[in-house]
């Protein structure tokens, strides 16, 4: 058994090993009591805790066996399978999320050139901005976390691409597509709506797509499907944008194994549909039954309040019962006193409910 170090999970932990897809941790009994062992809840990354679908397994394993080769430039295979799946739409593939984001900003944005971001919110994009050496301005969104449409135009006015992402991370709350579609309408650049966990809300912008050519929606394996180790993240893109990007990308935007199980992935759609139904049955759970206030969310966690407490304090006490969530202090733009729980197996979150109730 690999001993591993789970971060955030540290106090009193003498080792983490994995066995049996799990993380278990051994910390010292009290008093001389010995040894505890326990499953360690890893609810602060997001992640689906279902492995992938038997059929993404299955194409990965033959993709590996002609691994020798090459993949397609254009991930042909991976694209008609996403048509298939979404309609005739444009697309663009990368190293999850991640990367499609980080190929869309270098481009399209030149050093010096503005990019402007709805915060508080995922931290990559102003990351990647910075390194391609753009000038980042953040625009606030209101007090309950919702998008103010008119300070949004009114920030993204010289901004060659903006970020705004729904369901928002680390808030959980989702921008209405009429709000989505009067920013569209009003800025002059182009505006990445970042739908990572766009599956696990009830709300489509696809449509979207179709009216406006300035509109980018990124997606992710990483989440629904249940393929975060593999790294596929895709976007709808105007077809202007597929020609350049392909130019700024790194030569093969995906390797033929992560490619070919997405494809899996996609082709099992009974695998999404157990993952969203358990996500919504147990976030609904979380947010009625956790003595904090926990904000409304559309995706597969949930941010709560705890203050007096700061999250630090809290995600560390849940630590010590093994339990992991995110402290949102390194959020810029908010507060410190939330965590962010993933939803997670029904232990996991019921441990979380169990643990959180007596603090
Ligand atoms: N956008 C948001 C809002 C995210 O939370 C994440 C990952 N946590 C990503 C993008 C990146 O996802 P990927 O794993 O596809 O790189």
Redesign the pocket.
């Known amino acids: 058994m690999a001993k591993e170090s789970v971060s955030g999970y540290t106090s009193l932990v003498r080792d983490c090993y994995r066995s049996g897809g799990y993380v278990f941790a051994r910390r010292a009994g009290s008093a001389g009591e010995g040894e505890e062992t326990c499953r360690v809840a890893r609810l602060a990354?997001?992640e689906n805790p279902r492995p992938p679908s038997p059929l993404a397994v299955e194409l990965g394993c033959r993709a590996l066996r002609e691994a020798n080769r090459y993949p397609d430039e254009r991930m042909g295979d991976l694209v008609a399978a996403l048509q298939d799946y979404h309609g005739p739409y444009h697309f663009v593939t990368g190293?999850?999320?991640?990367?499609?984001?980080e190929t869309v900003i270098r481009t399209l944005v030149c050093p010096g050139e503005r990019v402007a971001v709805s915060t508080p919110?995922?931290s990559?994009y102003a990351l990647a901005a910075i390194a391609q050496g753009a000038d980042v301005v953040n625009i606030p969104r209101n007090s309950d976390f919702s998008v103010d449409t008119s300070s949004f135009v009114r920030g993204a006015k010289d901004a060659k691409v903006s970020f705004l992402?729904t369901p928002?991370?680390p808030t959980g709350n989702v921008t209405s597509p009429e709000d989505v579609e009067e920013i569209l309408s009003s800025i002059p650049g182009v505006l990445f709506l970042?739908n990572?966990?766009v599956e696990f809300c009830e709300t489509d912008y696809r449509p979207l797509m179709k009216k406006h050519g300035n509109l980018i929606l990124?997606r992710?394996?990483?989440?629904a499907f249940s393929l975060?180790g593999l790294?596929?993240?895709y976007a709808f893109v105007p077809e202007w944008l597929v020609s350049c990007y392909m130019r700024a990308a790194t030569p093969f935007t995906l390797n033929s194994v992560s490619a070919s199980a997405a494809i899996g992935a996609l082709g099992d759609r009974e695998h999404v549909r157990d993952t969203v139904a358990r996500v919504r049955r147990l976030r609904k759970k979380v947010i009625e039954e956790c003595r904090y206030p926990a904000f409304p969310s559309g995706a597969n966690f949930v941010m709560v309040d705890v203050s007096p407490s700061t999250g630090r304090e809290i995600a560390e006490r849940l630590s010590e019962h093994g339990v992991l969530v995110r402290s949102c202090e390194s959020f810029p733009g908010l507060g410190p006193h939330y965590i962010r729980v993933s939803i997670g197996e029904e232990w996991e979150n019921e441990r979380f409910l169990d643990v959180i109730n007596t603090l």
């Open positions: 990354s997001n190293v999850g999320m991640d990367g499609v984001i919110t995922f990559f992402c928002n991370n970042d990572a966990y990124g992710t394996f990483s989440k975060a790294r596929v993240g």
